[in-house]
Each structure stands twice: as C-alpha cells, then as structure tokens.
C-alpha cells in the first residue's frame, strides 16, 4: 500500500510482507461497509461513524486511524474525510468509481487465497462457486459486472488514446459485459457503431447501461457462446481481458475466431495482464494466480504466445504498446 517493497533481506522485511494481506483487508472492509460514500462531502468524528454504520466501536479508533496512515482518510479535528483518492475512485455513484472490483475481490478472491496452497497442491480452482452460478444470481452477476466496470472504466480512456479509430466504422468487444468499454469507445468517436457479443444473461444489464449512457441505438448487443457461435464481423474486434480466463489453446481457438471477425483493412486489438519482465511483472503474476484460483484453465501469458495465436490467424503486421501501468496491448492487422 506504501508503494514501497518491504527489505526482504531483513526479518523486519519479511514481517512487514508477510503482514500486507492485512492493509489490504483494511482497504477491501472499508469498501464493504460503503464509509467512503458515507464520508463524501461529509465529514464525521469517530462516533458518527460508528452510529452510521451500525459498529460495535471497539476497534474503530484503530481501524481509521490505519485507513488514514494508508492514505485513504484524512483527520480534521475530531473528525474523518475522504482523502482525494478515495473519495474520486471509491465513492459509489460516481463515474470513476472502482469499488466494484474491490467487493467483488473481497467475496471472491480473498476467500480463495486463503486456499492458495491447495491450488498448488491440485490445480484445482479454489473460489466459491462457478461462474455458472455467478449467472444465476442476478445480485452476484451485478457484482461482477461492477468488477468489469471497475477495470474498463480505468483502460478505456487509455485503449482510445493507444489506437487510432478513426477511419473505422464498426467496433465489436468480444466479452463485453455490459459495454462499459464500448460505450466509451463510440462516445469518443460519433462515427463509430458498437456491438457487444457476451453470454445472453449480461442484456439487460447492457440496455440498462446504454440507456443511462444515451448510447441506446448506436451500440448494440449480440448474446452467444464464442465457443460455440460465430462472432459478427467489425473493422475492429476488441479481446479485452478474456483470454486469461483460459488455457492456452483456448487461448488460440478464440485468437482464430476473433480474427475471422476482422473486416478487410481492420484490426484485432487483444489486452491482457501479460508476463514479461518489467515493473508490472510481481503485479501481474498476481493476476496470473488470481486465474489460478477462480478458473480451470486460466492464466496470464507471455506476449510471444499471443503473437504465435496471432500469426496463426494470418495477422502479418504485430505492433505491442504499453496500456497503463500493467496491460500489455496487441494490435494486430492483416498485411
């Protein structure tokens, strides 16, 4: 959470790593109780947020004062308010809110770290449930979806200064969700219509959203199976964040199908979390277990890979950049 890594030469180091897990629990508990939305434009002194939130108070003294020595509480007086990371990224409502991953992780990938040396032991999946059952619950699916957002809210921006899009008139993000990416893709250029191929269970949630984006029209959606269906053809096809979901020939099965999707003259544009030495190597190995513990199959990948799946689909013409502080991003095109 300090931004800065532990000694790990030294016992105190060692401690100091091994304890992480708890600031991070600290940060994922605070989500959960909603207090950044509780304290947005509303300071409050330690009994007030014991009355608003329906704590006991043993403990509470000692639990702001470590979301204020992280970073994410400021102290006026007596009492508390959001610091400015907090209260932009981690305040419901607002457009620029991740709090979405940060439930989902604190149900779902918590729990299953717990559990990490079982998966070493197995290779089994070790998070509560399937994502099968994810869709059948439309509360817990909203939680995934929120995750989704989460993510896309951040690289959005990002993927649309990375590629040039102008001179496209189609766009189709393969795996979707809701068309958070999408919708900011289209917003971005007028001259762009969207598509969203995800599992039929995610249409309600996409209508919802495009509606509340005035995007209602100009992005449309397509429910299928890209395992099974053919993926409708775009001048660009977008593979975000699905790949690690799977071992790596499904991996190659999906690179082929998605570059059959790619119109003449378009592009296959893949982001992933991928493995390749540089700063964002320890924060993507993570993701890389996270695959371990909530998939069958699923990993992060080198970028060698993925170039090999591309080159396969008959895409001559590679060009890799950088997109943010972890993703690694392949354009691909036909020469």
């Not at 403990?59 to 400021?74: I, Q, S, V």
Request: one cysteine or more; a negative charge; aromatic letters at 8%.
């Amino acid at each position: 959470m300090t931004g800065i890594a532990p000694d790990v030469t030294t016992p105190t180091g060692l401690i100091r790593l091994c304890n992480a897990f708890c600031e991070s629990k600290a940060l994922l508990t605070a989500v959960e109780l909603d207090l950044f939305t509780e304290l947005h434009d509303n300071p409050a002194t330690e009994e007030e947020i014991r009355e608003r939130l329906g704590l006991h108070g043993r403990g509470l003294r000692d639990f702001l004062l470590l979301l204020t020595a992280l970073g994410l509480l400021e102290r006026q007086g007596d009492g508390y308010r959001n610091a400015p990371g907090a209260d932009q990224y981690l305040v419901r409502e607002q457009p620029t809110y991740i709090g979405g991953f940060m439930r989902r992780a604190n149900d779902n990938l918590y729990p299953a770290w717990g559990k990490l040396s079982d998966a070493l032991r197995t290779g089994l999946p070790q998070a509560r449930g399937n994502f099968q059952d994810v869709l059948r619950d439309p509360q817990v699916l909203g939680r995934f979806i929120q995750m989704m957002d989460a993510l896309t809210q951040v690289l959005g921006p990002q993927l649309i200064e990375a590629f040039d899009f102008s001179g496209h008139s189609t766009l189709l993000d393969v795996g979707g969700c809701r068309g958070n990416l999408a919708g900011q893709i289209v917003k971005a250029h007028p001259e762009l219509t969207g598509n969203v191929f995800d599992l039929p269970q995610m249409e309600p949630f996409f209508t919802d959203h495009m509606a509340g984006l005035g995007l209602t029209g100009r992005v449309r959606f397509t429910g299928g199976d890209f395992f099974q269906d053919l993926l409708p053809q775009a001048d660009v096809v977008v593979l975000g964040h699905v790949l690690h979901d799977y071992d790596a020939d499904s991996r190659r099965l999906l690179v082929q199908k998605a570059g059959a999707a790619v119109r003449p003259g378009g592009a296959l544009l893949i982001y992933d979390r991928m493995l390749d030495e540089g700063p964002a190597q320890v924060e993507n190995l993570v993701i890389s277990l996270d695959m371990l513990l909530v998939t069958e199959g699923g990993s992060e990948y080198p970028v060698e890979e993925l170039r090999q799946h591309a080159a396969l689909a008959g895409f001559t013409a590679q060009e890799e950049k950088r997109l943010g502080d972890f993703d690694t991003l392949l354009i691909c095109r036909r020469g």
